[in-house]
């Protein structure tokens, strides 16, 4: 039975993520994150890796529908992509490095921001 829910909760998770990232274009990762913490009961950095590799078929997934519909800029699609791969490197590099009281506190202050700054 226990191993019902988890595999429920798992695919709650995973269902939440999809519709937050399909339906702003990104996201996914501010939900998935505390999701797979307080839901999941995984650790800091288990849960920012994990997060990165659910994302990452869901931003194809919804990266395909966009550019069906024509919601894209092509100008902006190869440097974007070379500075988010840089910096997906980089930051993995971090989270190996960082303690994971520092990569939650990273996380924290990046959503309050984005939060701010959607208010204001």
Avoid: Q
Avoid at 82 to 91: C, E, M, P, R
């Amino acid at each position: 039975m226990k191993t019902n829910k988890k595999s429920l909760n798992r695919v709650f998770a995973g269902l939440l993520t999809g519709i937050i990232n399909g339906l702003f274009g990104g996201g996914g990762g501010m939900v998935a994150v505390p999701l797979m913490k307080n839901l999941l009961g995984y650790d800091e950095k288990r849960a920012h890796a994990t997060a990165i590799l659910v994302i990452a078929p869901v931003c194809a997934a919804s990266a395909v529908t966009y550019i069906i519909n024509g919601y894209f800029a092509a100008d902006v699609i190869l440097p974007a992509a070379i500075g988010s791969v840089a910096g997906g490197l980089a930051g993995a590099e971090l989270l190996d490095k960082l303690p994971e009281f520092w990569v939650n506190a990273v996380f924290l202050v990046v959503m309050l921001a984005a939060g701010l700054r959607m208010l204001f």
